[in-house]
């Protein structure tokens, strides 16, 4: 019987990552979001074109972080 290592089935990142607990795992994972949020990262979905609900007049791709505009909807006090 041989000795197998995570290293050999998974690779050496992966094999570091199942090593880690839950609790070190989800630190890992937050970094992770922290990062990709900085560099522009979003949990908007992409636009569904097929849908009939599709605004292309709403929707710019060059838009702020994938979104549309701001818009005021109130200029008086609340």
Request: hydrophobic content about 35%; proline content about 8%; cysteine-free.
């Amino acid at each position: 019987m041989s000795n197998l290592r995570a290293e050999d089935l998974v690779g050496g990142e992966w094999a570091a990552w199942y090593r880690l607990t839950p609790e070190e795992r989800f630190l890992e994972s937050t970094k992770l979001w922290e990062t990709y949020f900085a560099l522009g990262g979003s949990l908007e979905p992409e636009p569904d074109t097929q849908s009939p609900f599709f605004d292309p007049e709403e929707w710019r791709e060059s838009a702020a972080n994938g979104r549309p505009s701001v818009h005021i909807l109130r200029r008086g006090g609340v």
